[in-house]
Nanobody, 125 residues
Framework: VQLQASGGGWAQAGDYLILSCVVN????????MGWFRQCPGKEREFVAA????????LYADSVMGQFSLSRNNAKKTAYLQLNRLRPEDTAVYYC???????????????????WGQGTQVTVSS
């Protein structure tokens, strides 16, 4: 299973970006897809995840109402839309796949089995 994250780049505060995570291999429609980020000088943290079952995504408090996570099972792709970007959203964003088949969302990075390479998002004020 390989994950390919893309869509990062430079943005000004208030702009938006859409990150994509394409999955090759495995059974995408049984994967929980999650996004984590690592801000400069900080540990990687949970951002959002979406279950395979079509249920609602789960968001970290810090991005609730600002980011939006969706998935297209036919395209084997998960999308994270970053709205109203702030300088503190500057980070490397990683997508991960939980292939356990569980229906409930996990927020610990060690519970994700596969990872993309990360995509840098830099927000200027």
């Amino acid at each position: 299973v390989q994950l390919q994250a893309s869509g990062g780049g430079w943005a000004q505060a208030g702009d938006y970006l859409i990150l994509s995570c394409v999955v090759n291999g495995g059974t995408f429609d049984r994967f929980i897809m999650g996004w984590f980020r690592q801000c400069p000088g900080k540990e990687r943290e949970f951002v959002a995840a979406i279950p395979w079952s079509g249920g609602s995504p789960l968001y970290a408090d810090s991005v609730m109402g600002q980011f939006s996570l969706s998935r297209n099972n036919a395209k084997k792709t998960a999308y994270l839309q970053l709205n109203r970007l702030r300088p503190e959203d500057t980070a490397v964003y990683y997508c991960g796949a939980d292939s356990s088949g569980n229906w409930y969302i996990r927020i610990r990075e060690d519970e994700y089995h596969y990872w993309g390479q990360g995509t840098q998002v830099t927000v200027s004020s």
